[in-house]
């Protein structure tokens, strides 16, 4: 098992920048691809970003590339989502979640899940 627990979501005006951080115990931290995921009220869960096991190699929802940056540090069993320039459209549950060895882009790629985190972002 691997549990995971994001933080740092929180109300901000758009333009902003925001880092969600998200912690992982269980499991040794490196053998696992981790994502970003997103949800919106009534809408299906979106990717936003992936990275790989050593974090050598990121992928993005191409509407958000060059905007938000994921990166992980594996010595401290975390991942990151650093985002700029938040739009109003980007106001979601911001979801960290773990897969062994490979990332995708599919929630149902993905064995293990956070709690989410709310992001909004006002106009």
């Known amino acids: 098992q691997v549990q995971l627990v994001e933080s740092g979501g929180g109300l901000v005006q758009a333009g902003a920048s925001l880092r969600l951080s998200c912690a992982a115990s269980?499991?040794?931290?490196?053998?696992?691809?981790m994502a970003w995921f997103r949800q919106s009220p009534g809408k299906e869960r979106d990717f936003v970003a992936a990275?790989?096991?050593?974090?050598?190699?990121?992928d993005y929802k191409e509407s958000e590339r060059g905007r938000f940056t994921i990166s992980r540090d594996n010595a401290k069993n975390a991942v990151y989502l650093q985002m700029n320039s938040l739009k109003p459209e980007d106001t979601a549950v911001y979801y960290c979640?773990?897969?062994?060895?490979?990332?995708?882009?599919?929630?149902?790629?993905?064995?293990?899940w956070g709690q989410g985190t709310q992001v909004t972002v006002s106009s």
């Open positions: 979640a773990a897969r062994k060895f490979y990332s995708g882009r599919r929630p149902h790629d993905y064995d293990y």
């Open positions: 269980g499991r040794t931290f490196s053998d696992y691809a």
């Open positions: 990275i790989s096991r050593s974090g050598s190699v990121t």
